[in-house]
């Protein structure tokens, strides 16, 4: 079983940045792909951003142009840097490989003040 755990978030003002990081306990360069979800209190679990194996990303319209993901397969570990953050980017914030195996982490919460 791998582990995923994240870590990095914080309390920001809006405009500021933070990185997130997930760090694996085992080889992450095999994975199909892997993701950046986040969930607001009352809100559906969204996907943020995702990274194939191929290095191929995928961004949700609403984090296009101020967040990227990133992978480090030497570090086995899931980045992923938030930049121009917004109070409706508060949530908490998991990495996780859904398939097939359907790994999660425990979560980083991220809040943006205004």
């Known amino acids: 079983q791998v582990q995923l755990v994240e870590s990095g978030g914080g309390l920001v003002q809006a405009g500021g940045s933070l990185r997130l990081s997930c760090a694996a306990s085992?080889?992450?360069?095999?994975?199909?792909?892997m993701g950046w979800y986040r969930q607001a209190p009352g809100k559906e679990r969204e996907l943020v951003a995702a990274?194939?194996?191929?290095?191929?990303?995928h961004y949700a319209d609403f984090v296009k142009g101020r967040f990227t993901i990133s992978r480090d397969n030497a570090k086995n570990t899931l980045y992923l840097q938030m930049n121009n953050l917004k109070p409706e980017d508060t949530a908490m914030y998991y990495c996780?490989?859904?398939?097939?195996?359907?790994?999660w982490g425990q979560g980083t919460q991220v809040t943006v003040s205004s």
């Open positions: 996780a490989a859904p398939t097939p195996y359907n790994w």
């Open positions: 085992g080889s992450i360069s095999s994975l199909t792909a």
């Open positions: 990274i194939s194996r191929g290095g191929i990303t």
